[in-house]
């Protein structure tokens, strides 16, 4: 948006009229791109954006249309239905009415007892940081052209302060010092006449939203650049929880920040760095020669994702969506040139070099050892059909060499667990059709 609610309230009529036609051209620009998101904004819904059902108010619903095409049918359903909506809101209004008639003494008190606005009263305490540091320096923000006609403002113009915000960082001492120390700034935000008559304000800088992530990235922070730093350190190097952190500042560096203040801290460095750090870590994954992939439930406000662990020697990737083919092709690319061992997922199967997890073949096989129960045959059965496809994975020769020795192979080590349990297969195969003769005689 070019216009902020500020800039919208000093446009009028007589606004209007006293600019140039240059300058109510660029302004008319500057409308006509804002209303256009605007009406964007409104035609969003969770049909066409990212925007979860929830979201979607009750007039908005889609109508439902019947599958069977009974349209008899559900005509005299549709009528019994509003029959029931029908007497329900009337006997809904009755009993409200009555409540209006007959109100109870609590009510009535409330309203007697509550008087002017609703908020803070006038002299009651207000709720701030309770440490007061001295301010070591002072920064001020001013506008450099005017949001309505884009003219340049000029240094001998009417200006004043609006708002302002204190940020604390760490920095380093001058003259050679070695250590950190605490830095307290005032950063204050100004506000400029322009000739054409419109102020304009100069406002912290904020990033726009971004799909996936619920924390703003914005200036308007209480911590530092460098202290932000420090406090990632303390909590992804050191493994220090927020609490833990928090006495830390307090203890060795005299600072009180709340726990809040430290997890917004975390949570902004993550969606600043994600772009760079992502990268990265992609690129080492498509560098490694065994690359680990693993997925479980995850929830995450209230729905049912999937929190994806890509793992090696060197680094560990974390990622939480869906279940899809194109989450993992985000990752791993539609080809993958090295050894990768995961589960029985289908999406895995379409990379050539792949390995069966050892440890969800030893599970089955476990299974296959116990006594026979209710989950016994459907094991079996999948375990047989895993048996005839090559158990969903590219076996590899032995002659191919891989850099490993014959007893840490895992090439060797997926081949001998694999014929082990297809000949486990064939055993219970024979003991079912033996136990299923006896049972016919």
């Not at 609590?106 to 001295?134: C, I, M, V």
């Not at 500042?249 to 975390?266: E, F, K, M, P």
Request: aromatic share 6%.
């Amino acid at each position: 948006m070019h216009l902020d609610d500020h800039d919208l309230k000093q446009l009028d009529e007589e606004y209007l009229l006293s600019l140039s036609p240059v300058q109510l051209q660029t302004l008319s620009t500057k409308l006509l791109a804002d209303l256009k998101e605007a009406h964007d904004r409104l035609n969003r819904n969770p049909s066409n954006s990212s925007r979860p059902p929830s979201t979607r108010a009750p007039w908005e619903k889609p109508e439902e249309t019947s599958q069977d095409g009974g349209e008899d049918d559900d005509g005299r359903q549709d009528a019994a239905s509003d029959g029931a909506v029908d007497r329900k809101s009337n006997g809904e209004a009755e009993k409200g009415k009555q409540d209006k008639e007959q109100p109870d003494a609590k009510n009535r008190d409330r309203r007697n007892t509550s008087q002017g606005r609703p908020g803070r009263r006038e002299g009651a305490p207000g709720y701030g940081r309770t440490q007061q540091l001295p301010i070591d320096e002072e920064h001020v923000h001013r506008a450099e052209t005017c949001t309505a006609c884009s003219a340049v403002l000029d240094e001998a113009g009417e200006q004043r302060a609006y708002t302002a915000r204190y940020e604390i960082d760490l920095v380093q001492p001058g003259n050679g010092g070695n250590g950190l120390m605490l830095v307290q700034s005032k950063h204050t935000y100004v506000e400029r006449q322009c000739r054409c008559g419109h102020w304009t304000r100069e406002q912290p800088g904020r990033c726009s939203a971004e799909a996936g992530w619920s924390v703003a990235l914005t200036e308007w922070h209480l911590a530092g650049p460098l202290l932000v730093t420090f406090i990632c350190a303390l909590a992804l190097r050191q493994r220090l929880s927020r609490a833990l952190i928090q006495e830390f500042l307090r203890d060795w560096l005299g600072l009180q920040l709340g726990v809040a203040t430290i997890n917004q801290c975390i949570h902004e460095a993550g969606r600043a760095v994600e772009p760079v750090v992502e990268q990265e870590i992609r690129k080492a994954l498509h560098e490694v020669e065994v690359l680990y992939a693993e997925e479980t439930s995850w929830k995450e406000h209230g729905q049912l994702l999937w929190l994806w662990v890509f793992t090696c020697a060197t680094v560990t990737f974390f990622i939480v969506g869906k279940r899809t083919r194109e989450l993992v092709q985000r990752v791993l690319g539609e080809s993958f040139g090295h050894w990768l061992m995961s589960d029985g997922y289908g999406v895995y199967r379409e990379y050539a070099w792949r390995l069966r997890c050892l440890a969800h073949i030893a599970r089955l096989r476990t299974r296959l050892g116990r006594k026979p129960g209710s989950g016994r045959p459907r094991v079996r059965r999948a375990c047989s059909k895993r048996s005839r496809d090559g158990y969903g994975c590219r076996l590899p020769s032995p002659r191919i060499s891989t850099g490993h020795s014959a007893t840490t192979n895992p090439c060797q080590n997926a081949r001998r667990s694999f014929h082990r349990l297809r000949r486990q297969c064939r055993i219970q195969a024979r003991e079912d059709a033996y136990a299923r003769a006896r049972v016919a005689q």
